[in-house]
């Protein structure tokens, strides 16, 4: 396909910015996972639910090959995927069955990996199935959830036999014991079970919260941070983060308190969010630049990484189709994102009740938590959703 498949694209300039054409998608087999991270964009958690289809992987992967041919990147998340280990299988080998070429790439917590042996078998069934790449998690936020010793022998593992070049650790350098130390604080504040839950895998049921512990990580109001809340901040500085799905709930504020970013509040203004960063910044480069979308297990496609955002479902109208009709000059909310971001939500949320923060660490903050209000009122219900993407 073409840019001028797309209908905003054809009556525009030459040198107007274009409606790029999708080259990625990942796949979110599942918004479950072992994990509940403080920064999850998509709110998952053992809590959540879903489980996409083979057959709507499958759509999503052709449509995605018709959008952009051979520069189609798919990847495989969740959620963790690896909790539905036959079913990941399954996908990949109906994929090359059907000839739709490798998956770029898969991500994990790496919560399974506790046996060399099942670490090897399942490595080489993947790279037998083609994927091209394996994507670990690690960070101070996953290592609340998921002990690091696995993590560590699933990317010894990976990194000799697939490769290093094939092998991405987000972050190294955590992997490596370098910076805060998650474990440390985790192991030493919350209850045994907590551990052993989070070391056994295939347990997906209710897992032990730090609230179990009498915890409450991040709703403090003022004061000194506690060693949690410390190593939340100091792990925001070493790779900064958006502030949507669950990072817009305390964690923003935290990171507000910590005074790590530059907000300031004015006197006048019933609301700090009043500077050119938030204010001024429509969102119509993001939704036309996105190099690609997440697709959840429902079918809903999200442009690039503004979970709970609906541009469309593949259930209902296919891939390449949505992205030939997606118009950011259309009434709605997601015209208003494209016009004026977020900002231009303010208002008919405040008519509706909706009471602003005295401040928001960026402009995806206020957009989480006006849309988490608008949602909860029942507003834009096509557009705003699923739950799971909510709190
Ligand atoms: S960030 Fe990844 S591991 Fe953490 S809760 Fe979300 S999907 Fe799970
Ligand atoms: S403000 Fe909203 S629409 Fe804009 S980039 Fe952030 S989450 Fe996406």
Redo the contacts with the bound molecule.
């Keep these: 396909m073409g840019l001028s498949d797309n209908h905003y694209n054809r009556g525009l300039g030459r040198d107007a910015p274009k409606f790029k054409l999708w080259r990625s998608a990942g796949l979110m087999l599942t918004y479950k996972?072992?994990?509940?991270?403080e920064?999850?964009?998509?709110?998952?958690?053992p809590d959540k639910g879903g489980l996409m289809p083979v057959e709507t992987c499958l759509a999503a992967w052709r449509s995605l090959r018709t959008l952009a041919g051979n520069e189609a990147r798919i990847h495989l998340?969740?959620?963790?995927p690896f909790l539905y280990w036959d079913h990941l299988v399954e996908i990949l080998r109906e994929g090359r069955r059907q000839n739709l070429g490798p998956v770029d790439l898969i991500?994990t917590?790496g919560f399974w990996a506790t046996e060399e042996q099942l670490i090897a078998g399942r490595l080489s069934t993947l790279a037998a199935l083609g994927m091209q790449r394996l994507k670990i998690?690690v960070d101070p936020?996953?290592q609340e959830?998921?002990d690091i010793e696995p993590v560590r022998a699933l990317a010894a593992a990976a990194k000799r036999l697939l490769g290093p070049d094939r092998v991405l650790v987000r972050w190294e350098k955590y992997l490596r014991g370098e910076g805060v130390s998650p474990l440390d604080v985790a192991r030493a504040s919350w209850p045994c079970s907590f551990v052993a839950w989070a070391s056994s895998p295939g347990s997906i049921g209710r897992m032990p919260m730090p609230q179990d512990a009498g915890e409450t990580p991040t709703t403090r109001k003022g004061g000194t941070p506690s060693p949690r809340e410390k190593m939340y901040i100091e792990a925001y500085r070493d790779y900064p983060f958006r502030f949507s799905g669950?990072a817009a709930r305390q964690l923003a504020q935290l990171i507000i308190d910590a005074g790590s970013l530059m907000i300031e509040k004015e006197a006048s203004d019933p609301i700090s969010i009043h500077q050119s960063s938030i204010i001024n910044h429509p969102c119509l480069s993001g939704f036309l630049g996105a190099k690609g979308v997440h697709i959840d297990p429902y079918g809903n496609v999200f442009s690039g990484t503004c979970s709970g955002i609906i541009l469309g479902n593949i259930n209902q109208t296919p891939l390449e189709e949505i992205w030939e009709n997606f118009d950011p000059r259309r009434s709605g909310l997601v015209g208003t994102l494209c016009a004026r971001g977020p900002h231009g939500l303010l208002e008919p949320a405040q008519a509706l009740g909706y009471q602003a923060r005295p401040a928001y660490a960026d402009k995806c903050h206020l957009c989480t938590h006006i849309r988490q209000f608008l949602f909860e009122h029942g507003q834009d219900a096509s557009v705003l959703g699923p739950r799971d993407c909510y709190a």
Aim: proline residues 0%.
């Design positions: 996972c072992n994990a509940a991270c920064f999850c964009y998509y709110h998952c958690g998340t969740g959620g963790e991500e917590n998690s936020f996953h959830y998921v669950r």
